[in-house]
């Protein structure tokens, strides 16, 4: 990945200054030490990440990537492939659930197409389509290794732009009708996880519809034996463009020391693969909610990440991650706003 380090640049260690004054600052502020609890250590680790000691996070920009995947047809998703465009379709008419909460906390928005079986033609779109669908990984790879790699380019640039245009935090969304087998596999093949352990029932599978998803994914890693030391290989072999897409972004963040929000199973696979590709990424992470998907707890364990939500969710879109935000922006707000013991004239210990 030497041209994509040379495209990103260093992803910067954390700021350890900023994230010491902001300790220091909220350790003065009317309230019993330590009592904020979490939102005082995510204060902090915002503080380290964009090396401002009162950062803003507002506005956070929101980008949802759409892809299909060959594999939907091997019966994997309780919906039929169409879905993914209509929804994308639906993004840009601002019907989806994403959009709903995007506008309750005036996110900047970014729609792209990374490979919809079905191009769609809506000026909201923004149309960076790699192929029409990802191969079936039960008989092919899901693309090439230069399509991989074309994909998370796409995706670091958009991140980019989405910053140039002011996004302070950044939310990763997907819409992709079969990318929980994808990322199921992405995970195994990455962790060495039991399909069995992971898989789960996505939008919905009945119990005949999940035994068969997790001997898919199975079926899949024995075919190609993606190489686990080579993220790029274990994408190309059984991923999918909006997962490689989803992994740019946050590196594309990363790399312009803005945080990131993630969402739910299918954007944690991506992440573990951009710190898989760069584990410094790894400082920038904030866990948004826990999904339903079994294999979203396993990945965050992998990382290492608390999420902050845990609402049964299993939308995707970047909606858990959205649904987390305000909860971001109270701890920024607490550290702005709030009075201290001398500032108000309150007795300490
Ligand atoms: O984000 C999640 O954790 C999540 C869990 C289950 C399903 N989804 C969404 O549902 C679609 C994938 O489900 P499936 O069953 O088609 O693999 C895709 O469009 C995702 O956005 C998302
Ligand atoms: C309707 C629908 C909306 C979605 N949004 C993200 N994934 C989805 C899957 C379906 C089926």
């Known amino acids: ?22 300790r220091q600052h909220v350790d003065q502020l009317t309230k019993p030490l330590g009592s904020l ?26 980008i949802v990537f759409a892809a299909d995947h060959g594999v939907a047809t091997e019966g994997v998703s309780a919906y039929p492939q169409e879905v993914t465009a209509q929804m994308l379709l639906n993004l840009t008419h601002g019907g989806a659930g994403i959009n709903v909460f995007a506008r309750q906390i005036g996110a900047l928005q970014k729609f792209v197409d990374v490979g919809v079986a079905v191009e769609v033609d809506a000026p909201g779109v923004c149309k960076k389509r790699i192929r029409a669908a990802s191969g079936n ?47 199921s596999a992405i995970l195994s093949a990455l962790t060495e996880a039991d399909p069995d352990e992971i898989v789960g029932r996505g939008t919905g599978l009945t119990d005949e519809g999940w035994q068969r998803k997790k001997a898919v994914v199975r079926e899949a890693l024995a075919l190609h034996r993606p190489d686990a030391a080579d993220p790029i290989d274990v994408l190309a072999k059984v991923g999918g463009m909006e997962i490689g897409a989803m992994a740019g972004a946050i590196l594309g963040a990363a790399s312009r020391r803005v945080p990131v929000l993630l969402d739910g199973f299918i954007a944690t696979v991506a992440a573990l693969l951009a710190v898989r590709l760069q584990p410094t990424v790894a400082d920038y992470l904030i ?36 649904l987390a935000f305000p909860i971001i922006e109270a701890s920024t707000r607490m550290v702005r706003e709030m009075a201290t013991f001398a500032s108000a004239g309150v007795s300490d210990r």
Not at 37 to 62: D, Q
Not at 150 to 175: F, H, M, N, P
Not at 289 to 304: C, I, M, Y
């Open 137 to 183: 990984i039960l008989r092919e790879a899901a693309m090439s290794r230069e399509e991989a790699k074309r994909s998370i380019q796409i995706g670091v640039e958009s991140a980019q732009e989405i910053v140039a245009d002011g996004a302070k935090v950044l939310i990763v969304g997907e819409v992709g009708i079969g990318n929980t087998t994808a990322s």
């Open 287 to 322: 866990a948004g909610h826990r999904s339903q998907e079994p294999g979203h707890a396993f990945v965050l364990k992998t990382l290492g990440k608390e999420p902050l939500l845990d609402l049964n969710l299993r939308l995707g879109e970047g909606s858990g991650a959205a």
């Open 1 to 22: 990945m030497k041209d994509l380090e040379k495209q990103l640049g260093r992803i910067e260690p954390l700021h350890q200054e900023a994230a010491e004054q902001t």
């Open 37 to 62: 609890g979490r939102l005082e250590t995510l204060a902090v680790e915002l503080a380290a990440m964009t090396g401002e000691a009162f950062p803003v996070v507002s506005p956070p920009g929101i």
